[in-house]
């Protein structure tokens, strides 16, 4: 393809993703701290880095995507970030040693089916692996303008986004992108292309998701629960509460019975401010942990910090972070960390508690 089409079919992308969520927090100084947290550049890493691709359910965790030949041999399917940007990168099914090409196929159906393409002109089904084993079925749906949007469709017809996270927790959508306007965009060893398949940039647009689940995302891939934990033992949801048609700042809770709503902070306590609490109406302190795999809970604290934003991980026992994100019911993704609104280093009490700082999810 001529790199003029190029240039031209990265400013529609760039045209479609935006949205007014996206970019309207704060002062331009604190979009720019938001804006270098970026997933690692490849003028630091040699070779590649593989994004894992998933379907997102409704409560917060995520299905595996999978690639299914006749036989019914089960391979991975992945996003390639190969250069210093991560606005479009390929999918791929791998594949014996082989990255082999997903695209949606040309279809008069009601859905679009999403499949490999082998070099024999093989057709690979790609699939939606559902805790209980259920297969599902992973299509397009329908269009925005240049943009299919791509999701994973149970029998009883939900639909989960479908989405590419890197080692360090960053989300892309998975969509299809059309270049042309004709149905049938080419084709790959004999097969009809209808849109190639990609991992574009999240749109930052708002969804109408008053509850967002907030995760600590493992590198394989997976997510690990965070929970607010008293002095007793007993368990409590952390969630985000958008509550307005924003997703730039959103409140993070700790939530006690079906009344209680806790705020969560950076506590400031015998000169140290890495502590994360929840906090109740008399001053009690709750624990923010998350639970791994094997039911080991991972201290949740504050780490290093980048001007007015303080970056929030689960901590390994071996020294290990894991970054932690809210993350809607359609998929969406912000970043939990703290803020500063002030240069001192206690910015207020609450009940009795000193807060360094606040704890907020903020797109990435």
């Not at 999701?151 to 960053?170: D, L, N, R, W």
């Not at 960390?337 to 609450?350: F, N």
Request: charged share 25%; glycine share 8%.
């Amino acid at each position: 393809m001529p790199s003029i089409n190029k240039l031209r079919l990265g400013h529609r992308i760039a045209l479609i993703l935006l949205c007014s969520g996206f970019l309207s927090f704060g002062a331009t100084s604190n979009n720019n701290e938001i804006n270098n947290m970026q997933p690692p550049k490849d003028k630091g890493v040699e070779g590649e880095i593989i994004w894992h691709v998933k379907a997102i359910h409704p409560e917060g965790y995520f299905l595996d995507v999978k690639a299914f030949d006749e036989e019914g041999h089960i391979y991975d399917v992945k996003a390639i970030q190969n250069a210093d940007q991560t606005t479009l990168m390929d999918i791929k099914v791998l594949m014996n040693g082989k990255k082999i090409p997903v695209k949606i196929l040309q279809s008069d159906g009601r859905f679009m089916p999403v499949k490999g393409i082998t070099k024999e002109g093989q057709i690979l089904n790609i699939k939606a692996i559902a805790k209980n084993g259920e297969i599902i079925d992973v299509k397009g749906i329908g269009h925005s303008g240049n943009i299919i949007h791509i999701k994973a469709i149970t029998a009883s017809k939900e639909f989960y986004g479908v989405k590419a996270i890197s080692p360090t927790g960053q989300l892309n959508d998975v969509k299809g992108v059309k270049v042309t306007k004709d149905a049938v965009e080419g084709s790959i060893n004999g097969v009809l292309i209808h849109a190639h398949v990609k991992a574009i940039s999240q749109t930052g647009c708002s969804e109408d998701s008053f509850i967002w689940h907030i995760k600590a995302i493992h590198p394989e891939g997976y997510t690990l629960d965070v929970k607010a934990i008293d002095k007793e033992g007993n368990i409590y949801d952390v969630k985000a509460i958008q509550n307005s048609d924003q997703r730039s700042m959103l409140d993070i809770k700790a939530f006690i019975g079906d009344t209680q709503q806790l705020p969560i902070k950076v506590i400031y306590q015998d000169d140290i401010h890495n502590k994360i609490r929840a906090i109740d109406e008399n001053g009690n302190l709750y624990e923010i942990k998350a639970l791994d795999k094997d039911g080991n809970l991972l201290v949740v604290e504050a780490t290093e910090r980048s001007g007015n934003l303080i970056h929030i991980k689960a901590v390994q026992k071996n020294g290990d972070l894991y970054g932690v994100k809210a993350i809607s019911p359609d998929g969406e993704l912000n970043d939990v960390k703290g803020v500063k609104m002030l240069p001192e280093d206690v910015e207020m009490e609450i009940n009795g508690v000193q807060i360094y700082a606040h704890i907020k999810a903020l797109p990435q």
